[in-house]
């Protein structure tokens, strides 16, 4: 059964330094999202991306952040200068009709 | 922002009981969704709801999408040990590429 992934795992970095995490979502899904959960917390909506584009944003979802889709089959989200507060597990979705299926998510851990 | 709530916040029963939690919104959603997530996994859709009034099965699992458009529930009968982790009611307002909003999560524990 197809199924989203997402690299690494896990991240460790520094603050103030910039992270990339990757997802290739199922191969014939036309959207694409991410969502981040803080340790113990909901899972909230960063952003989602349809035709190249951005769609609509959170207000998480600020100039730190930024997604590309850089050929067919990866979508990367980027985090210019990391934040303590952006350690979290961060979840790319995906979706053809109406259901979104997750990603396992990568643990980002900012010391 | 729109805003769910969900309960109970977390459950203890014991193997083969059912179980039942919901969401309410303050506002209306198009779509309902429930997923569980467990331990450092991502969320996995369980059941996806998407007219007022309907009642889907997935299993021993049914779900329901509220005729107002405003509230689900999700039961859970003859639980199993399998069931533990945490359960998501979700909505999407509306189609296109709306994201979902979450509720913060029902912990179901299950006692042998």
């Known amino acids: 059964e197809p199924e989203v992934t997402q690299t690494p795992s896990h991240q460790v970095t520094q603050m103030g330094q910039e992270v990339i995490l990757r997802c290739v979502p199922i191969s014939n899904h036309l959207y694409f999202y991410w969502y981040r959960q803080i340790l113990g917390q909901k899972v909230e909506f960063l952003v989602s991306?349809?035709?190249?584009?951005?769609?609509?944003k959170s207000e998480i979802f600020d100039d730190q952040f930024s997604v590309e889709r850089p050929d067919g089959s990866n979508f990367t989200l980027k985090i210019r200068s990391t934040k303590l507060e952006d350690s979290a597990m961060y979840f790319c979705a995906s979706r053809m009709a109406n259901e979104q299926f997750f990603g396992p998510g990568t643990r980002l851990t900012v010391l | 922002g729109q805003q769910l709530n969900q309960s109970p916040q977390s459950m203890f029963i014991q193997e083969g009981e059912d179980v039942s939690m919901n969401c309410t919104s303050s506002?209306?959603?198009?779509?309902w969704l429930w997923y569980k997530q467990d331990p450092g996994e991502g969320p996995v859709l369980l059941i996806a709801?998407?007219?007022?009034?309907e009642l889907t099965s997935n299993g021993r699992l049914t779900a329901q999408f509220g005729i107002t458009r405003k509230d689900s529930f999700l039961n859970i009968s003859a639980s199993i040990p399998s069931d533990v982790g945490i359960y998501f009611c979700?909505?999407?307002?509306?189609?296109?590429?709306?994201?979902?909003?979450f509720g913060k999560g029902t912990h179901l524990i299950i006692q042998p």
């Open positions: 709801l998407y007219k007022a009034g």
């Open positions: 506002s209306i959603f198009n779509t």
């Open positions: 979700a909505g999407q307002l509306g189609g296109g590429a709306d994201g979902l909003t």
């Open positions: 991306f349809y035709n190249n584009e951005i769609s609509e």
